[in-house]
């Protein structure tokens, strides 16, 4: 008799519609499966900006040790919070169809401080990789730290004296609060995988990956590597300012990479198209080219 699968999630709105994606394809397959919540380090402080937190999977170390313990069987993750190196003993086993791939800006009156005067600005980020860009787009602007779930940002954001917040499209669209004072940010290259959800197992669980693996997506899943190929080979983490975009169009693949001083003076970026047949190393390759043209005095700062 197959087993039902124990589906570990933190317990944010946003985690657990996720993980209600997995359940129902699973239960659309036949298979048996119930949510976990699992409560992250990443929840539980939320002062700290993430960047000065010093240790890369804050959000997804709860959920590992429960899958390395045998509490679960899988666990669902926003791909964008996932270390580029699995801990020990975890695999990824599918990728879900990708979302919206792009950040959202959130504001409170008006856009007057995006014209052309570009007035000063108060503007709530957690991530090192949004506040570069916006620094180097609107430098006169001030950056203020915003953690939390996506319901307790909106509500500080209306509490507090800012003029507006970054926050990731897919993430306020897929729980139904995107706010109709919002513009998508189509400037801002998104993090790697942002958009993407990954399920991760145990490598020796055979059965549980055998099932689960009926849900990855190819696309989605060869565009994400390419993407975190190149934070790898960056040697990048939730602590540095790199974007990437891997996208599929008539066989091709697009490819955007950069990376930004933390205060937006610096940038460097890479474009590439390949053939699909010839993408393999594409995220890699890239990291390369931009390593050998300015990266690697961004990452020294």
């Given at each position: 008799?197959?087993?039902?699968?124990?589906?570990?999630?933190?317990?944010?709105?946003?985690?657990?519609?996720?993980?209600?994606?997995?359940?129902?394809?699973?239960?659309?397959?036949?298979?048996?499966?119930?949510?976990?919540?699992?409560?992250?380090?990443?929840?539980?402080?939320?002062?700290?900006?993430?960047?000065?937190?010093?240790?890369?999977?804050?959000?997804?170390?709860?959920?590992?040790?429960?899958?390395?313990?045998?509490?679960?069987?899988?666990?669902?993750?926003?791909?964008?919070?996932?270390?580029?190196?699995?801990?020990?003993?975890?695999?990824?086993?599918?990728?879900?169809?990708?979302?919206?791939?792009?950040?959202?800006?959130?504001?409170?009156?008006?856009?007057?401080?995006?014209?052309?005067?570009?007035?000063?600005?108060?503007?709530?980020?957690?991530?090192?990789?949004?506040?570069?860009?916006?620094?180097?787009?609107?430098?006169?602007?001030?950056?203020?730290?915003?953690?939390?779930?996506?319901?307790?940002?909106?509500?500080?954001?209306?509490?507090?004296?800012?003029?507006?917040?970054?926050?990731?499209?897919?993430?306020?669209?897929?729980?139904?609060?995107?706010?109709?004072?919002?513009?998508?940010?189509?400037?801002?290259?998104?993090?790697?995988?942002?958009?993407?959800?990954?399920?991760?197992?145990?490598?020796?669980?055979?059965?549980?990956?055998?099932?689960?693996?009926?849900?990855?997506?190819?696309?989605?899943?060869?565009c994400t590597r390419i993407e975190r190929d190149f934070l790898r080979a960056l040697?990048?983490?939730?602590?540095?300012?790199?974007?990437?975009?891997?996208?599929?169009?008539?066989?091709?693949?697009?490819?955007?990479?950069?990376?930004?001083?933390?205060?937006?003076?610096?940038?460097?970026?890479?474009?590439?198209?390949?053939?699909?047949?010839?993408?393999?190393?594409?995220?890699?390759?890239?990291?390369?080219?931009?390593?050998?043209?300015?990266?690697?005095?961004?990452?020294?700062?």
């Amino acid at each position: 008799m197959q087993k039902s699968i124990r589906i570990g999630t933190r317990e944010s709105r946003l985690a657990v519609w996720q993980a209600t994606q997995v359940k129902e394809g699973l239960e659309r397959q036949g298979v048996a499966a119930e949510l976990v919540p699992i409560v992250s380090d990443g929840d539980v402080d939320l002062q700290t900006p993430l960047y000065e937190m010093g240790v890369q999977g804050i959000f997804t170390r709860s959920l590992d040790i429960a899958l390395l313990n045998h509490s679960i069987d899988i666990a669902v993750h926003s791909m964008k919070d996932v270390p580029t190196q699995l801990p020990s003993g975890l695999m990824q086993t599918a990728v879900l169809p990708r979302g919206p791939v792009h950040d959202l800006l959130v504001y409170k009156q008006n856009l007057d401080f995006l014209g052309p005067e570009q007035r000063a600005a108060r503007i709530a980020t957690s991530s090192i990789r949004r506040k570069a860009q916006w620094l180097h787009r609107y430098p006169q602007h001030t950056i203020c730290n915003l953690r939390g779930n996506v319901n307790t940002r909106l509500k500080k954001l209306e509490e507090e004296d800012w003029d507006a917040a970054i926050f990731a499209l897919a993430g306020l669209e897929r729980i139904g609060l995107r706010p109709e004072t919002s513009v998508v940010l189509d400037w801002m290259l998104p993090a790697p995988a942002q958009g993407a959800i990954l399920i991760a197992c145990r490598e020796e669980d055979n059965e549980t990956d055998e099932i689960c693996h009926t849900l990855d997506h190819q696309a989605t899943s060869l565009c994400t590597r390419i993407e975190r190929d190149f934070l790898r080979a960056l040697m990048g983490g939730c602590s540095t300012p790199i974007s990437a975009l891997a996208e599929i169009e008539n066989d091709e693949v697009y490819f955007c990479g950069n990376i930004v001083s933390p205060d937006g003076s610096r940038i460097v970026e890479v474009e590439r198209v390949l053939p699909l047949e010839n993408a393999f190393d594409m995220g890699r390759s890239a990291a390369a080219e931009l390593w050998e043209r300015g990266a690697r005095e961004i990452l020294a700062t």
